[in-house]
């Protein structure tokens, strides 16, 4: 009967502590609520946020369900599907591709710059030119190949009903059709946090991907974060749009964040508005990540007692 009590008590004395803690944390959240709805009352667009604590399941949601234009960070769901693909064995990541020069579109530094007929390339380094410059070349090479029938159907095994890829880049002509690339800022949360656990490819493949979508590029997520701090990302812009969505690798801490923007009074306002919420997420789950359940922080090289 001792034992049993002495048990009853530590396993009573653990659950306060363990609600002591959430509580103070959840502090944390309610000022990040504030300060992202202080810049969403400040930008002159409409702004959507969806933010997942991959290690709590914990989220903040803002406009999460609305649809957006995509710009590039639709090129996050080609890459799945590319990656899908290669995982059944249809296509393979070594795969060679001759470059031809009816694949030109604008906005395609890279491959404009590559000798048509001639210069052969693995669709893996077609995929990091769609990540790292977001060459819309490449990227439309990788949606002839893979078929963008495909990525919507691999969308709605997913249950991301509101998220396709209705166009190639550039196609002007499909854009002013209403046939635009859309989804929302809870289905990218969706995907991303479906990848990171697992449920789309194995774990060489999962790892593989994340590591061309953490290939450095201009994006709004990083900007004011730590420098080396690994992000697998990829932003968007168009007339009126600015979109960041992506994992934040935070050691012990990592987490997901998908900014979208749109009828933007001024582009560079909703750039400013994402890395502002980024940088204000990144302070929280960087504190989480290194605190103990009191809050006590103790990083490398502190001596304070």
Not at 60 to 75: G, N, Y
Not at 85 to 106: E, F, I, P
Not at 111 to 119: F, H, K
Not at 199 to 228: A, C, M, Q, W, Y
Request: hydrophobic share 40%; with cysteine; charged share 25%.
């Amino acid at each position: 009967m001792r034992i049993v009590s002495c048990i009853l008590l530590f396993v009573a004395t653990l659950t306060a502590q363990t609600s002591t803690s959430a509580a103070k944390q959840q502090i944390l959240w309610d000022k990040l609520a504030a300060t992202i709805s202080a810049a969403d009352q400040k930008l002159d667009g409409v702004m959507g946020i969806a933010i997942e604590d991959l290690t709590t399941g914990q989220k903040f949601l803002l406009h999460a369900d609305e649809v957006f234009p995509q710009a590039s960070s639709i090129k996050i769901a080609v890459l799945v599907e590319l990656y899908r693909q290669a995982q059944s064995g249809r296509v393979k990541l070594t795969d060679l591709y001759t470059v031809q020069a009816s694949d030109l579109v604008a906005d395609s530094y890279i491959m404009s710059g590559l000798t048509p007929g001639i210069t052969q390339i693995t669709l893996r380094d077609l995929a990091t030119m769609m990540v790292a410059v977001s060459d819309n070349s490449a990227t439309n090479v990788l949606i002839d190949r893979i078929g963008m029938a495909n990525v919507n159907v691999m969308l709605d095994s997913q249950g991301l009903a509101k998220t396709r890829l209705r166009r190639k880049m550039m196609d002007l002509k499909a854009a002013s059709e209403g046939r635009e690339n859309v989804s929302t800022p809870s289905e990218m949360m969706t995907l991303l946090d479906n990848l990171y656990r697992g449920k789309l490819l194995s774990k060489e493949l999962t790892d593989d991907l994340f590591n061309v979508l953490s290939t450095p590029k201009s994006s709004f997520i990083p900007r004011d974060l730590p420098e080396g701090t690994k992000i697998a990302n990829k932003p968007g812009e168009l007339e009126g749009v600015r979109n960041d969505s992506g994992i934040i690798f935070v050691e012990n801490r990592p987490y997901i964040l998908c900014a979208m923007t749109t009828y933007l009074q001024n582009e560079r306002d909703g750039e400013l508005a994402i890395s502002e919420i980024s940088a204000a997420a990144y302070r929280l789950f960087d504190r989480l990540s290194r605190a103990s359940e009191y809050g006590r922080v103790v990083s490398r090289g502190n001596s304070r007692r």
